[in-house]
């Protein structure tokens, strides 16, 4: 089976070519060049660039591949969540090759894609589900943190969520207060590095309450406060390298702590974790070490599959044709709030 996939669900246009479970091709072209003067995504363009250069990335991911898209027999795309804008761009192009080709189309969740990514591994990259066992996923990303059991291959459960910022958006929005460049997450983890993750005392929010919930948004308030009233730190290197790796400390003991209380709760023994903040060191060095610690296993996705790609949206599409899940219409629209426990198909 060889299938076409297109991601577009906010700033980055990627598509990808997965043929018999592989990927053949997986490309991605970024617009965080565009982004980084306004601080943010800003969604007009995003769409915008999308439209530029969803076409161009997808010839070169069929012809990296040597497919020629008569060869198709399915295509996909992320559905949602998402910029509607965005999202709209890869959707409707995906869903308009398959209707001229009379192919199969699956419209994907972005989260679920996530979600399995850790199960990835190889050269080519395939999704391995043999090697599956029952897991408490950490998805964590710019506009999302989420744990969810997953007891069987595409059978899962949310069961924590943040209750106000999501941890990605908690490092963007505290490196803009810093004045660092957007997106402000990889930065805060470089300097971190140099820096004393006990200079700063910031607040771990919900960090011993009985649930799998978050909340980031304390801490930004304190951050804020805090560079207020020390207004000259910014100017010294030292502590802003400080600065950086105390925020960062507060954060990934948040997750790490919370992941692994969730885990023993559930029962389960085995911990993954993905998404774009899963780049970060320190996360995964400190979940890896709690894991081993507390007699965990764990899987942690492959950078290049943290970061939006449409590698990861056509290995799920694959295994949901395997198990015969059920096709989009070609009517359906878009779903950019699509929640996570909808798309469960127990196996």
Known sequence: MILLAFETSCDETSVAVVRDGSVSSSLVSSQIQLH????????????????????????????????????????????????????????????????????????????????YSPWTTGQPLRCDFDAFEPNLSLIVSGGHTLLVHVPAPLHHRVVGSTLDDAAGECFDKIGKLMGLPYPAGPEIDRLAESGDAAAFDFPRPMLREPNGDFSFSGLK???????????????????????????????????VTKTVQTARRLGVRCVTASGGVTCNRSLRQSLATACTRNRLACRLALPDLCTDNAAMVGLLASQRLLRRAPATSFSDEILPAWTLNDTCLVA
């Open 36 to 115: 980084a003067e306004y601080g943010g995504v800003v969604p007009e363009l995003a769409a915008r660039e999308h439209l530029r250069n969803l076409m161009p990335v997808a010839r070169a991911a069929l012809r990296e591949a040597e497919i020629h898209p008569d060869q198709l027999d399915a295509v996909a795309a992320t559905r949602g969540p998402g910029l509607p804008s965005a999202l709209m761009v890869g959707f409707g192009a995906a869903q308009s090759l398959a209707f001229v080709l009379g192919k199969p189309f699956l419209g994907i969740h972005h989260h679920e894609a996530h979600l």
């Open 221 to 255: 308030t304190s951050v804020r406060y805090f560079l207020r009233d020390h207004p000259s730190l910014l100017d010294e290197p030292r502590a802003v390298q400080n600065l950086c790796a105390s925020v960062q400390a507060a954060i990934v003991e948040v997750l």
